[in-house]
Every structure is written in structure tokens, then in C-alpha cells.
């Protein structure tokens, strides 16, 4: 696979949904893209040979959580990142902004970037924006985010204008600090809920000019109509020949529809949290391996599946790994729910080529609700 | 691989240790064998395809255990014990006499049997050794423990001499439920730490006549010199033609050891467990790779192995791993253990056929002390 310098080839647009073509340091991947999240620098439950399996094309680590343990310097002395982990292909970092936010104790922002304590030990750290750039350098990831100034739902236009304006300053600085490394850096565009604050930011960071941008500070508890509005608007704003990503989001049917929007990228916990809780994402809709009505049933999680789990193993078997607290539990789920989203996302990819999307989202939510029709909820059984 | 009836086949003896290989319904495997414990259905962490890269050739499952949850209905439902948890090869069930005294809440042990509540939710069961019987044949495990009576250690002559008696009375009525599926059953000699009741009992055991013959009860507490001791007398007594299996043990030196005074067949949770608890068996000497000394090591575990884990990753990272309590530590860990303990008895099966297991035990204990020779214990770093 041709491994070069970052660059995005726009293969199709204009329609629903557009094809792409990134190329990293570490190999290309195809957009519509979907990132398992191995924030720790592990896929939850999942190794290297698995992601191959189920056809992950790249991957999202987090420098926040890397920088506090095991520490870049640790990364860096084994081989970097991919040596580290044992993954060759592509790799995004998040700046880890947002888990600043939300993970550490005692967070201070402050013009020249975010004072914190990290949440495993404690200890009193001070980012700056080139900081975080640096973290990534030394990471080796392909494509880094800059340190962006994402305020909790609900904000206020004042909290929300300000961190815009933060947003953008650490944003030129992160670029300016940004070595000669062939890795990307993409800017994160905030703006809450406000589409006036989203038009400045975007603006701002186009100024600036980014390998790729992403929509940041969405899906925080935000009605997912607004969600969806908020993110087509900022699209409609961003240039055609650069990668948008959606961060953090979302369920499948956020996937469909961000791509028909015309987002590029995207990632997720829920495939890798939904294996650890039981969770199983299928075409008839997503099933709760632990319902009593599995408990002798010989059927894969999903007959039309043709991922490991689904090869060898019956629902039946996988509810009692989940009750009995194995742990091969956990991975099996994972790599069908992995396996289910990289599908998924081929097959939106194939539909956009072929200019069958409607078809292709027709039918994604027919198979659906055929089964799970039932009373209160998207859950089948 | 041939499947068949069980049958014991004795390729060599008369030195020290032996070879042999058993026939089972599904498939051979070559003994001196060393069996990982899957006691609920999955050996912890890992999938059958692991299992198969790692060496595995039989392993074993609790009968016990999954009598309680997922329930042997259930198992039978679903195809039987091999197709439920995607294993092919050979299953060994043990009976759960052992685990019944030592995991079991109110357990009164009658003449007929054993009446004890589950550990998972309290319910009030009766298992007789006939029971136990038709639970490993409708689970269709290759070979079959009786149920047997193993008391706790220290125990005194007149409460082993009361075990020995329930033992041999329970092994016969063992023998007569048994059906005529090509499954093998195993009795249990008991008899604690004293020699002539271990005499007894194998000899009552003989008279009735198994397809191999377990020593259980060993391991509990007592000093590992008598352990060898009692062993090596029970060996003595039973048949050339039938195998032997040491139950519960043990560590890399108990394998090495019971293969020398003739043992066919071992199981222990050690290493599965070691890799929940982040021991790693090397040909070093057993590493902590929690210790601080692995933070910023790019070596592998061993530096000598060939497995998936040892072939991908650094000490470093899995320190990181395991401090992060990422699944992925347990499942590579594991898979480094038991590729470690199959190298192990393939080594000493071939030094067995070249008659240099002298020198193959020189060379063990030598490279281990080359390197744990440090004061205070048998840990590296």
C-alpha cells in the first residue's frame, strides 16, 4: 500500500455522500473512513491481527492519554507509536482537548493553554497547543489534531464565543509549531449550538488553512436534529478538497447520515464499549446478548455476518462468556460490532460509487425495523 | 488427525519419563501433554484460534461448572461442548469433585453423593456420581473424571481413609453409568499424604479398571518434596498401558519433574492466571512485568520465543498495557504463557525420544539461574 507524505484525493462528490483517498506516512486508507478508538494505544479487547481482520484501515490513539501514561518519552524510546502497538497502517491522535475537559480534575484554561491534573495519579501538568503538537511529533502518529477549547453543553454565546476565540489562537499556534515530518494536522472547528459562532470558527481555521478540518464539541447532549444541522452547516462552509471528520459520533445510523452530509471521517467508542456491555450491532438492529431469549439459541449474532464470532460462535455461547464474566467475551463482541462498522461503512462506500445510496439507506432502516418493531425502543429481543 | 475410540498408545517408557499418544472422538494428541484449563467454556482470554497458534492440543473444561451455568441442556442444545465453545481437538471434563468441596457454600458429602449450593446463586443441588456421568456425556467431552472425594489439607488418617472408601464406592458406580459413546473415563486416586491409603486406592481403583488414572488430592498445602513423594509411589503401582495424569499442577519445574517420575498429563491455571496477574514464564525464569525496570524496555517477554506476542510487542508495552488494565494485556500475556508451557513439554518429549532428558534438565534449570540468581527469589527484575 503507497505510504507518502499526507494528501486527500477527492475521488467523487457533488451527489450524497463523497469517496476519497488519503495517503499517510504509514499506507492510504479510503473515506468514508470509520476509526476504532484505541485511546491507550490498544483497540479495548482487540490486537493488531484482529483490526486487520475486520478490516480496520486506520486508527485513533489519544496523545492526552499517551502523554500521561506510559509518557511520549516511553513511546518514543521503544520505536514510536506504530512500533509500540504493533500496528503498521495509519494512525489519527486526538489532541486530547475534549478529555481534558471531561476526564481531569482541577482543569484551569488559560490563554496560553490548559493547566490540569491527570486523572490517574494526579500529578499537575501544563499543556500549551505547540506542546500537544510536539506530543504528537513524538508520537509519530499521520495525522495529529491541534488542542482545541471545547466547552461543556449547555454554554452560553459568551463561554461559547470565548472558547471560539481560544479555539482559534491555539489552533495558528499549533500550525506554527507544526515541524516538516509528512504527518497532518487538522483544525477543530467549535461554535456550540450557535451558527454564527460555528461560521467564525470555521472561517478562522480556513484562514489558518489545515490538512483536513473536523467538527468538534457535537453530540454533547445537544437534540441529534441540532447536531445534524450544525454539522451540515459547517460543511457546507468547508473547501471540497480537503477530509472533514466528525469527531466522537456515533451509532450507525449517525455514520449513514454524516455521510450523506458529506463527512469523510469518523469515530466512535460504542462498537468496543457496546462488546464490554453486552451490546451487539447487526443489520436487524443491535441486540443485548444478555436477554434471556439468547440463552439457547444456536444462531450467530448475526446470520448475514461473516466476521470470526459469527463463523464459530452461537449466541448462545457468547451470552454465557458475557454472564460469566470471560474475557473472551468482551473480544468476540468486539470484533463483530468492529467488523459490523467497517461493513457497513464498504457498503455506503460501494453505494456512493454506484450512486445507489437511497437504495442502500432504504434498506439499511427497513432490515431494521422488520425486526426491531417492537414497542419502546431500537433493541431486538 | 485420526479420531477414534480412546485408546492409549506407549511409544516409549522404561527411562525416565514416557511418550504416548492418546485417540480420541476428536483427534490425538501426544502425551506428555500439558492441558490449559477452560473451566467455564473458554480458557481465559483466549479463542480457540489462539489456542491452536499457542500449540494447544487437549485441554480442559469443568463439568461442574457448566452443569451450574450455562446448564448442560443448554450446551447439548447447541451441539454439544466442542461446537458450543468452537473447539475442535480433544476435551478433557474434569468432574468438579474438587472444585465442589473447595468453591461450594453448604456442602454435605452423603454416601449417595454430594448435596451443595452453587457459588454463582445459591441454589441447592445433588450431583451422584452417576449424574456426574451423564453431565460429561451429554456435554460429549473426550475424556471423563469420576466424581471423587478430595479432602482438604491437612486431613487425618481416619478422614482420608473415609474419603478413600466414598472414592473407590463412587468410582465404581462411575464406571457402571457409563455408557458406550467411545468416551474415556478416568479414576481419581485419592489418599492424601499417606502412603497406604494411596495404596488402596489404587489398587480398589485397578480392580475396577479405567481407561487412565488420575492423582488428585495433591497440592493442597503439603511441603512439594512429599508431593513428588506420594506421586512417585501411586505412579509405581498403576498400569504401563494406561495413562497418568497428575491433576492441578503445576509450574514449569512441578511438568519438568512429574514427566521424570513418569507422569503422561498435566493441567494447571498458572499460566492463565499469571497472565491476569501479569507473571510471564520465560526461559529466564518467571518475569513481573509490572515491575518499573520493563517501562521503557523494547525487548520482548523472550527474547527466545516465537509466539505472537513475543514476535509483536515489547516489555514496554505490555507494562502499559497491564498497568492501563487494558484487555489486551491478559490476552497477549496468555497467549506468551501457554506458548511457553507447549514449548516446554514439546522440548521434553524430544529429549525423552533422543534420551537426553538429563541434559535437557541441566540446560533448564542452568539458563534460569544464569539470570534469577539474584537474592531473594525466583523472579526477574
Redesign the interface.
Known sequence: MKKGRFSFQLLKHGGEGRLGRITTPHGQFSTPAFMPVGS???V??????DLQEVGTEVLLCNAYHLYL??GT??VR???GLHR???WEGPILTDSGGFQIVSMSALREIEAEGVRFRSHIDGSLHFLTPAKVVEIQEELGSDIMMVLDNCPPYPASPDEVTAAVRLTTEWARQSQQAKGDGGQALFGIVQGGVYPELREQSAHELLEIGFDGYAIGGLSLGEEKEITFEIAEQVLDLLPANAPRYLMGMGTPEDILTGVRIGVDMFDCVLPTRGARTGLLFTSAGTINIKHACY??D?APPDPACGC?TCC???R??L???F??R???A???NAVHNLFYYHSLVRGIRQAIAEDTIDQFTRKFFSQREDITGVEGGDTVC
Open positions: 491507550q494505544g490498544s479495548k479487547a482487540l490486537a493488531p491481527v501514561r506510559p518519552e516511553v524510546e521503544v520505536g509500540f502497538m504493533g440463552s439457547a444456536a470470526y464459530n460462535f452461537s448462545a455461547y451470552r454465557h462468556l454472564l460469566s470471560e474475557l473472551l468482551y473480544r468476540l
